[in-house]
């Protein structure tokens, strides 16, 4: 059996998506899985396992013919169309759509496959799913709206699979506690003056273990005004996992570091402002907590820049807050220290 | 919703919204003349594709024994077309390929409220997705169709 998995949204989508992956091979443990991903992001290989083969849609490439002389867009129509032609000879038996949104609905309409589920068009025509979780989906993912449920079981019940178990977080005695920094949002990221008060605290409230600040190496520059060479890191993402592998906490504002911690087993303390909606796309971990900014406007739209004056959501979140919860996540009490806190601070171990 | 205005009792021309595709007095003889001042890339060419269906008429102009497409972005004019002329040499245009060396004519009178998109379609091969994906709307169903669909999600 072969079986091809569209993905084609952005790195931290793919990487929250990996316990969906490993349900797939659970469930159809002797087929062929391959998935198609934006191919800016097909470094995820070198992370996630069990995936038969990654193949890399050239998003920007025909979006930069798109852009170009309009007598680029024949070439671009060449370009998708050989890869749609590959990838039907392939014969793929199931065909889910992981993503949300209107290209893959389309793609869907031009990949054959016997069983094809989730989002898509029937010869050009959009099919109205029966499938409730789906119809939830498109309710409470594609607008702004809250959900009651976590981004993967929506996506999983839409799409017939089993809703995968949450991956413990371990109470690790090691010496390494993450800061990290950004976020692919300036409207996500909490205030890096923030960021290393609370470094300072953790650094005199566990001499023995090593405080340090995470970020992409494209982001060195700006973590360097706030912190030195030696407190902060950069690592590639494979780097990460092995890092992350041995690290006792992460906070972190950015889902896909969250995601790529919890399935280390990890623990997260996840720091949710902006649009990032801790319900919906929180680490899929058990034993991983959130704090959630308090403001009217959160969580605000993706697609738009903060409207307020100060980033109010930010800043409500304020650092002796986080350094308790890292206290109480350190010490492994959380179950009794946690329970019953005010909903912005919304356990995931506990509610789900 | 497209009606008929009788011009005779044999002859009748399309209307939509109030709006005609062709002389309301002698759409024959203006289809006759398009055809005169033409004549010469007709004579030419081995395949056509004219922009504007209309009534049709000026499509009967041209000989048999060469491919023959036309443009319309009004379904419900090649629907009436396709009824009342079902053995016509001129078929609607399907595909971007069918432009490829094609000699391409504008009807005027057919395209006068979308003349800037024809224009577009004129300029081909400099032709644009959105214009491709606005000339094929009517053949979402076409493998061909659907990718160019796929490709225009990909234009904000």
């Not at chain 1, 097909?42 to 890399?56: N, Q, T």
């Not at chain 1, 409730?132 to 993912?141: C, K, L």
């Not at chain 1, 303390?269 to 801790?278: E, H, I, K, N, V």
Request: proline content about 4%.
């Amino acid at each position: 059996m072969k079986i091809l998995v569209l993905s084609l949204l952005r790195l931290g989508d793919i990487i929250m998506q990996e316990p969906l992956f490993a349900e797939i091979k659970a469930q159809y443990p002797q087929a062929q899985v391959d998935v198609l991903i934006n191919d800016q992001f097909l470094s995820v290989r070198e992370i996630i396992p069990g995936i038969d083969k990654w193949i890399g849609f050239p998003r920007n490439e025909l979006q930069a013919m798109l852009a170009k002389n309009p007598s680029e867009h024949l070439l671009a129509f060449d370009k998708l169309q050989d890869q749609l032609k590959e990838l039907n000879q392939k014969n793929y038996d199931i065909i889910f759509n992981f993503t949300h949104n209107f290209l893959s609905a389309r793609l869907m309409d031009q990949l054959t496959g016997k069983d094809k589920r989730g989002l898509q068009y029937k010869d050009g025509i959009k099919l109205n799913s029966q499938n409730q979780w789906q119809v939830y989906m498109n309710e409470s993912f594609t607008e702004l709206k809250g959900s009651r449920f976590h981004y993967l079981e929506v996506l999983a019940n839409s799409l017939g699979l089993n809703v995968p178990k949450k991956k413990p977080a371990f109470l690790r005695q090691g010496n390494k506690i993450l800061l990290q920094l950004f976020t692919s949002d300036p409207k996500k990221n909490w205030q890096l003056e923030s960021f290393k008060q609370l470094m300072k605290m953790l650094i005199q409230e566990y001499p023995d273990k090593s405080v340090l600040a995470l970020c992409s190496p494209s982001e060195l520059s700006t973590a360097r005004k706030y912190f030195s060479e030696a407190q902060i890191i950069a690592p590639t993402l494979s780097e990460l996992k092995r890092i992350l592998a041995n690290t006792d906490l992460l906070v972190s504002g950015d889902t896909s570091v969250q995601h790529l911690a919890a399935a280390q087993n990890c623990k997260v303390l996840s720091l949710f402002m902006g649009s990032a909606d801790a319900i919906k796309t929180s680490a899929w971990q058990l034993g991983g907590y959130s704090i959630e900014g308090a403001a009217d406007c959160y969580p605000c739209a993706h697609s738009k820049p903060c409207h307020q004056a100060t980033h109010i959501c930010g800043r409500s979140i304020k650092v002796d807050k986080v350094l308790n919860f890292v206290k109480v996540l350190l010490s492994g009490n959380e179950m009794e220290k946690l329970h019953g806190r005010s909903e912005q601070e919304h356990s995931q171990g506990l509610s789900c | 919703m497209i009606t008929e205005h009788f011009i005779s009792p044999e002859l009748s021309i399309p209307i939509i919204n109030e709006q005609y595709f062709c002389s309301r007095r002698d759409p024959v003889r203006e289809a006759s003349a398009w055809a005169n001042l033409h004549t010469k890339e007709i004579e030419q060419a081995d395949k056509i594709v004219v922009l504007g269906l209309g009534a049709g008429f000026h499509l009967h102009f041209i000989p048999r024994g060469k491919e023959v497409y036309f443009v319309e972005f009004e379904q419900a004019l090649i629907e009436r077309f396709e009824k009342i002329c079902p053995d016509s040499i001129a078929k609607p245009l399907t595909s971007v390929g069918q432009l490829k060396g094609a000699r391409i004519l504008k009807f005027q009178p057919a395209i006068a409220n979308s003349a800037e998109l024809y224009q577009a379609i004129a300029n081909y091969p400099s032709i644009n997705i959105k214009v491709i994906a606005e000339m094929l709307k009517h053949y979402p169903a076409l493998e061909e169709v659907k990718c160019w669909n796929s490709l225009r999600e990909l234009v904000v």
